[in-house]
């Protein structure tokens, strides 16, 4: 089994920052992409970031120059540290990873996180 645990989400105020943290964890061979999907109210799921196992790294243009994508292979955890904060990217963030359980699985499985809100206040 494969879980996804998120943390850091919350309320601030526009111009503020947060740090958002996925934690993988179970029985995982290994991690290709991590990414960060944002959910606004009444809207679709969203990209906001991803990053592959060689840290590349794409960003929605929304939110390219104030949010950083990271990942610690080592603990199997991506961060999203979100800064300047805008009241536009209030939503709950979804934390999606794509796992390969064992050396002879073929092909990568996408795992979700359960969400965390995110606020920003004006």
């Known amino acids: 089994q494969v879980q996804l645990v998120e943390s850091g989400g919350g309320l601030v105020q526009a111009g503020g920052s947060l740090r958002l943290a996925c934690a993988v964890a179970?029985?995982?061979?290994?991690?290709?992409?991590m990414g960060w999907y944002r959910q606004a109210p009444g809207k679709q799921r969203d990209l906001v970031a991803q990053i592959t196992s060689g840290g590349n790294s794409y960003y929605a243009d929304s939110v390219l120059g104030r949010f950083t994508i990271s990942r610690d292979n080592a603990e199997d955890t991506v961060y999203l540290q979100m800064n300047s904060l805008q009241p536009e990217d209030t939503g709950v963030y979804y934390c999606?990873?794509?796992?390969?359980?064992?050396?002879?699985?073929?092909?990568?499985?996408?795992?979700w996180g359960q969400g965390t809100q995110v606020t920003v206040s004006s």
């Open positions: 179970g029985n995982i061979f290994d991690i290709s992409v």
């Open positions: 999606n990873v794509d796992v390969r359980r064992s050396s002879s699985d073929t092909y990568y499985v996408p795992y």
